[in-house]
């Protein structure tokens, strides 16, 4: 039986979410109490294209516990254009950015070409070392031109966040040694997740983040929950926490930490 204690975890960060969907932002003010009832004191909100994350970083002034990452990500790259980037660096002049992304590669499903995929990604790694923002990088089933791409196209003292992890356990070290933090959302509590739990335990501390990525992916028990939420965060939390062998509450101080170390909050 879940419980009122078990729905409340304080202190927690949602390194990854997407406030500005159309499943959220219709009702932003009560998403936002239930994500501050359940514990939770910070979110990165992550736009997807121009628009988007002009909306992304606008919702991030109005909340001040709210702070926005802008990219375009892999599903999207067809549409960008070789102006869009600038126009994006001229958006991370806001004081609300915190980061550049998502970016990165998806050849699971494909929805853009996969040769555009990778100029627009590359691009993207170029401009977040220029800007000297950390980078969020989506990447599935594509792992050897995602590191090939950052390996060629930033200096070493690029960093960043795989997030919502779902490689496999032995690419951990790599992503590490680049420099990277690691995030699990909650896929990890899925119950055929056994490689995604096996990477968790190859993360460090210090490399280690949680987010929702809602409305996308809510973890067991509400799997089925549509949408996901940030303060169904609390969930994912306390399934890590058992994984890892520590309190709840030192996961949430722990994640947070490695959050506000990444992106500077």
């Known amino acids: 039986m879940i419980t009122d204690s078990d729905l409340h975890l304080p202190g927690l960060t949602d390194s990854h979410c997407h406030l500005t969907s159309a499943e959220l932002s219709k009702d932003i003010p009560a998403v936002l109490d239930r994500a501050r009832t359940a514990g939770l004191t910070r979110l990165l909100t992550v736009g997807q294209g121009l628009e988007d994350s002009a909306d992304a970083i606008e919702l991030a002034r109005r909340y001040r516990h709210v702070r926005a990452a802008i990219g375009f990500g892999p599903h999207g790259a067809g549409s960008v254009s070789s102006d869009h980037f ?23 499903y494909d929805h853009c070409p996969r040769d555009i995929q990778r100029s627009v990604f590359a691009q993207q790694v170029s401009l977040a070392a220029r800007l ?4 969020i990088i989506h990447c599935r089933d594509a792992w050897n031109d995602c590191l090939a791409i950052l390996d ?6 690029t960093n960043g966040v795989f997030h919502c992890y779902t490689g496999s356990p032995e690419l951990v070290p790599q992503l590490i040694k680049r420099g990277f933090y ?3 959302a909650g896929m990890v509590t899925f119950d055929k997740a056994n490689d995604c739990r096996a990477a968790a335990k190859k993360v460090p501390p210090n490399r280690l983040l949680i987010e929702t990525d809602a409305p996308y992916l809510a973890p067991e028990p ?10 169904l965060l609390v969930h994912t ?19 947070t930490g490695n ?5 500077g909050w």
């Open 152 to 157: 060629n196209n930033s200096p070493s003292s």
């Open 132 to 135: 000297d923002l950390p980078l």
């Open 182 to 184: 690691v995030s699990f």
């Open 237 to 255: 939390a306390r399934f890590l926490a058992q994984l890892l062998d520590m309190s709840a509450t030192e996961l949430a101080r722990l994640t």
């Open 222 to 231: 509400l799997r089925n929950a549509k949408p996901n939420e940030p303060a």
């Open 259 to 263: 959050a506000a170390d990444l992106f």
């Open 86 to 108: 600038e126009k994006l660096a001229a958006l991370a002049g806001a004081p609300e950015v915190v980061a550049l992304g998502e970016a990165g590669l998806d050849y699971h």
